[in-house]
């Protein structure tokens, strides 16, 4: 009898554990929640980098109506938007190749007569999905059916820094740096600010300008200054036989001019006149009358003066 009990209970609780471990797997199937992809998303790139860093955690659903509009695209004359297109096609073979996403193109039809978006929202609502979408209008369109949507524009204002280049905050400065004259705060999300000079006002809350943010695997990183203050300049090396400036002649270069002979012609206002010696005149001797042909005048001249 007692034998009997016992294979009753056994039996019980066989059946209660096979009718526990089926309900648990048909609640595990029925709540994998399904995205279905708009077409902004695809032709926008961003999709992609954050499909890489596992965040996305749905199944990945296409509608065909979506790839024909973006082969419709493609076709088309516009040269922007055929690239744009292109690019969208890439990005579904991209998605498709990343072994950690379940990814399925719905055949829902190469066409949608009423729409894209109508057809998304139609789907949506049909399979109980979310909608990704990058588009403004389809983004209110869904929220007013009751469909979630997740905004790639949302997403990107969420993780943005904080704070820009230019701005400023009141900031408690709490300890030193690692530098010289540095000091250390920390914004309300926890992420650490570095401020230049402002080792001497540790203690006190001050007013800071953001200079730049440095982003690590680690988490990211602020840097700021004092308001009013110029930000340290960074000075540049010194290089290493520079070439001396025109209009400066080093002595160097003075000597190697002087030491070359100059093989240039002198032109004539540049040569050195000679001096010559400056002679009189020679005195014109008189002519001898033996030279001139003696006439009969002279000849009694002659004779006159014997």
Known sequence: MEIILLIIIIAMLINITLNSGSKSLNFSKHS????????????????LAAAKTGFIA?????????????????????????????????IISALQSLKELDV????????????????????????????????????????????????????AQSVRASYLPGEKLMLDLVQKGNEKKQAIGHLPDGTMVVVENGEQMIGAVVEVEFIRMLQTAAGKMMFAKLSGTKSPKIEKPKTIGRRPAQGKPTKQSAARRISKPNTQKLSNSDKPQETKEVKEPAKRQPRSNSRRRKTPEDSMVALANK
Do not use: H, M, W
Request: contains cysteine.
């Open 104 to 155: 399925e193109i719905l055949q829902d039809g190469a066409t949608a007569s009423e729409g894209v978006d109508n057809r998304l929202i139609k789907l949506a609502k049909e399979r109980g999905a979310l909608i990704c979408t990058a588009d403004y209008n389809l983004n209110k369109v869904a929220k007013v059916e009751g469909i979630n949507v997740l905004n790639i524009n949302e997403l």
């Open 58 to 90: 749905y199944k990945i659903l296409i509608p065909r109506s979506v790839v024909g509009e973006l082969q419709l695209l493609a076709d088309g004359g516009n040269d922007e938007k055929r690239v744009r297109a292109r690019y969208g096609l890439d």
């Open 32 to 47: 994998e929640k399904e995205l279905l992809i708009d077409t902004s998303i695809l032709i926008d790139g961003r999709f």
